[in-house]
């Protein structure tokens, strides 16, 4: 069983900054593949990028690839979000994910549990 806490959502001016994080509980968090999702409004949640549990595979969706970045800390059990050069398309819910199992996969149907997600505001 993993619990998932976000944080670090916000409003930030286009071009800007954030880094979310995704706190975890449980104990075996080391052993769990993680992702992170986000939904707009009137969208379907939609797959930003995830990451292995030995951080050696890391997957990104095309709109955000060179943008964000996905790390993890094994020993902290929390996954980061480094978001960088952030779009007014970007603004969503974004939601932490986890998955027992080895493939990063971008199909929220693939993932176990949820964190209740953070809001990220991107404005023009």
């Known amino acids: 069983q993993v619990q998932l806490v976000e944080s670090g959502g916000g409003l930030v001016q286009a071009g800007g900054s954030l880094r979310l994080s995704c706190a975890a509980s449980?104990?075996?968090?080391?052993?769990?593949?993680m992702g992170w999702f986000r939904q707009a409004p009137g969208k379907e949640r939609e797959f930003v990028a995830g990451?292995?549990?030995?951080?050696?595979?890391?997957y990104y969706a095309d709109s955000v690839k060179g943008r964000f970045t996905i790390f993890r800390d094994n020993v902290k059990m929390t996954v980061y979000l480094q978001m960088n050069s952030l779009k007014p398309e970007d603004t969503a819910v974004y939601y932490c994910?986890?998955?027992?199992?080895?493939?990063?996969?971008?199909?929220?149907?693939?993932?176990?549990?949820w964190g209740q997600g953070t809001q990220v505001t991107v404005s023009s």
């Open positions: 990451i292995s549990w030995s951080a050696g595979t890391t």
């Open positions: 449980g104990r075996t968090f080391s052993y769990y593949t």
């Open positions: 994910s986890a998955r027992r199992a080895v493939a990063v996969i971008n199909r929220p149907s693939a993932y176990d549990y």
